[in-house]
Every structure is written in C-alpha cells, then in structure tokens.
C-alpha cells in the first residue's frame, strides 16, 4: 500500500512550535512534489505548504511567515516546521504526493494531530 506515515504532532501552547515528519511507505515510482495538508473538525482538508523537485516551496497565506516545509523529495520525506503556533492551527496534519504530469495522488496516512491550546 502506498501512503505516508506522518509523526511529530501533539499539544502546544499558542505562540510554541512542533516540527512533523512524514515518511512515504511502499513508493516505488518517482514524485516531483510532497505537500502538507491538514483538516480541522467540520472543514475541509485544505493544502497548507507543498514543495517541488526543483527546491521551490509554497504556502497558504495562512501560515506564510510562520510554518517552513522541508524534506528530500528523492527519498519520499518530508518535515513541517511549525512556529508561532495559533488555535486555528489545530488540525490532522496529513502529508502526500505528486508524480509528474498527474494531480495529487492519493497516498493518505493516518495523520498526525495538531493540538493548540490559547
């Protein structure tokens, strides 16, 4: 089964950080972009910060400033650092891929939950 396998979450205070680490399991085809997305209870999951093979990275205006995505796209891994952490950050952070020439695909994992407290 291909999917990634997120780790890295937990309870912070508002204002701290957490870093997430995500890992893709049974890959064996090449990606050229892992992104990070998240879902709060009664909304959508919505993509927050995705990077691409030739190193640029991109982020929803929502945490530009704030989160940082990292990670070596050739070994199917990925990190979120994530600073000046705020309630509204509180989610399921999930991690997925891309391959050339097709949309996103559908490598879900269990996630890892982002709690922030005020």
């Known amino acids: 089964q291909v999917q990634f396998v997120e780790s890295g979450g937990g309870l912070a205070q508002a204002g701290g950080s957490l870093r997430l680490s995500c890992a893709g399991s049974?890959?064996?085809?090449?990606?050229?972009?892992i992104g990070w997305y998240r879902q709060a209870p009664g909304k959508q999951r919505e993509l927050v910060a995705f990077?691409?093979?030739?190193?640029?990275?991109n982020y929803v205006d929502s945490v530009k400033g704030r989160f940082t995505i990292s990670g070596d796209i050739a070994k199917n891994t990925a990190y979120l650092q994530m600073n000046s952490l705020k309630p509204e950050d509180t989610a399921i952070y999930y991690c997925?891929?891309?391959?050339?020439?097709?949309?996103?695909?559908?490598?879900w994992g269990q996630g890892t939950q982002v709690t922030v407290s005020s």
């Open positions: 997925n891929g891309g391959r050339p020439r097709y949309s996103w695909g559908n490598y």
């Open positions: 049974g890959i064996t085809f090449t990606l050229n972009r």
């Open positions: 990077m691409v093979i030739d190193g640029g990275t």
